[in-house]
């Protein structure tokens, strides 16, 4: 029976898919897939379920996959109890405050704050001592600065530019982001030579990826 692994669309898919190889799985099916949603590879050991991020958990708790690859700001917002067993090092980003220049976060009105996780906004204003009110926003969420939908947003940047080419601030860093493996803990019970094979070969191109990048930085 094939490992089922959740991994999120897009960007996470993208950045994962050379560990992947270099771990000895070979995605020719997974890059050829177009627009297909269920892919085998070809010696039928992994079936990759293409997902959207908050999905992937959605499908390990319901125990239809076995493995998920998703991002800790998911992880982190939905306080989800699966197990992680590798950070994958890839899908770097950090969760920041930001807003127009004129933005402050000390003053005393409350204040309201545009994001797409509520739960993370929440308890990072609650440290501050501030009860804020929460606009969720599903996407593009440096809209909501800019046309007085809200005071600030709560969001992660990966490179900036975004920000950047918005004219929006950074006022304060949050908590830093990346992809992480997570498994169900039935899985890890049930196929755990074949979830522990995959997480050590996978475990060691990480290292061997850390390793390498500290040698070019010296
Ligand atoms: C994310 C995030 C920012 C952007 C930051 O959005 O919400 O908008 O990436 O990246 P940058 O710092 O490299 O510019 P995403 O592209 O996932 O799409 P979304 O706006 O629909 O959420």
Redo the contacts with the bound molecule.
């Keep these: 029976m094939s490992l089922k692994i959740a991994l999120t669309k897009g ?1 996470v898919e993208r950045k994962v898919i050379p560990l992947l190889e270099q771990a000895g799985i070979d995605c020719t099916p997974l890059k050829n897939k177009k627009r297909k949603l269920i892919v085998q590879t070809e010696d039928n050991k992994f079936e990759f379920i293409l997902a959207k991020g908050p999905d992937v958990t959605t499908y390990l708790n319901a125990g239809v996959v076995d493995i998920g690859i998703v991002g800790s700001d998911i992880l982190n917002e939905q306080q989800n109890d699966q197990y992680e067993l590798l950070d994958l090092e890839v899908g770097k ?1 950090q969760f920041v405050l930001a807003s127009t220049a004129d933005f402050n976060v000390g003053s005393p009105e409350r204040k309201i704050i545009g994001t ?1 996780y509520p739960v993370i906004t929440k308890k990072y204003f609650e440290s501050l001592g501030q009860d804020v009110e929460i606009v969720r926003i599903e ?4 809209l909501a600065p800019l046309i007085g939908l809200a005071d600030a947003i709560v ?9 950047r080419e918005n004219n929006l601030y950074v006022f304060d860093y949050l908590d830093k982001v990346s992809t992480r493996l997570v498994v169900n803990r039935m899985s890890l019970k049930q196929h755990s030579t074949e979830v522990f094979n995959l997480v050590d070969n996978l475990k060691k191109v990480v290292s061997e990826k850390i390793k390498l990048q500290g040698e070019k930085i010296r």
């Design positions: 960007r980003c797409k996407g593009s969420v440096e969001d992660i940047t990966e490179t900036g530019t975004t920000l």
